[in-house]
């Protein structure tokens, strides 16, 4: 069975740092595209960060050059780093593991996700 | 980045009810668009992906349509446990844009 587990989560002041993990069972992370996607309190969803079996990532514009999508093969782990958080990232924050398709690209499993909150 | 607009942004419909959502790309997007259903403190649920295609374990009363610009989510009897919040998701290029959903409330 599928399982994705977020943690990390937490309160953080504005400028600060934080790091996600997302251990995930009942497949391997490093064989798979891997993405993280947010959603503000009462807003919608926002994909975030992804990345590829390969290595490459892609980042959305709201978090570029502040956040960094990783990973531990050894722990079959997916990391979100998170540096100069602002008050507009407190979301809770999902990891999902992506399947491709000859139309497109899906999120399929995804884990519980974990609450961020930026505030002083 | 392509934009994704969402119709209605919310609609109050009766168990039984033949409910339709339309997602609309600023683009053309071929056929690359997922659904996804979002029920209140839980993870978003894939049911349709590449516009048409039912993701294992999805009720056959869902479907999906379109390609282009404009696509459809159709719930042909709709069931008590249907009441959610639903979001569209263009593939086609990152940033993978959701649409700003629709709520799908009790009547």
């Known amino acids: 069975e599928v399982q994705l587990v977020e943690s990390g989560g937490g309160l953080v002041q504005p400028g600060g740092s934080l790091r996600l993990s997302c251990a995930a069972s009942?497949?391997?992370?490093?064989?798979?595209?891997m993405s993280w996607v947010r959603q503000a309190p009462g807003k919608g969803l926002e994909w975030v960060l992804v990345?590829?079996?390969?290595?490459?990532?892609y980042d959305a514009d709201s978090v570029k050059g502040r956040f960094t999508i990783s990973r531990d093969n050894s722990k079959n782990t997916l990391y979100l780093q998170m540096n100069s958080l602002r008050p507009e990232d407190t979301a809770v924050y999902y990891c999902?593991?992506?399947?491709?398709?000859?139309?497109?690209?899906?999120?399929?499993?995804w884990g519980q996700g974990t609450l961020v909150t930026v505030s002083s | 980045d392509i934009q994704m607009t969402q119709s209605p942004s919310s609609l109050s419909a009766s168990v039984g009810d033949r409910v339709t959502i339309t997602c609309r790309a600023s683009?053309?997007?071929?056929?690359?668009l997922n659904w996804y259903q979002q029920k209140p403190g839980k993870a978003p649920k894939l049911l349709i992906y590449?516009?048409?295609s039912l993701q294992s374990g999805v009720p056959p009363r869902f479907s999906g349509s379109g390609s282009g610009t404009d696509f459809t989510l159709t719930i042909s009897s709709l069931q008590p446990e249907d009441f959610a919040t639903y979001y569209c998701?263009?593939?086609?290029?990152?940033?993978?844009?959701f649409g700003p959903g629709t709520k799908v409330d009790i009547k």
């Open positions: 999902a593991r992506d399947r491709s398709h000859s139309s497109g690209y899906y999120h399929d499993d």
């Open positions: 009942g497949f391997t992370v490093s064989s798979n595209y």
């Open positions: 990345l590829y079996s390969g290595g490459t990532t």
């Open positions: 683009q053309s997007i071929s056929s690359y």
């Open positions: 590449a516009a048409s």
């Open positions: 998701q263009e593939s086609y290029s990152t940033p993978f844009t």
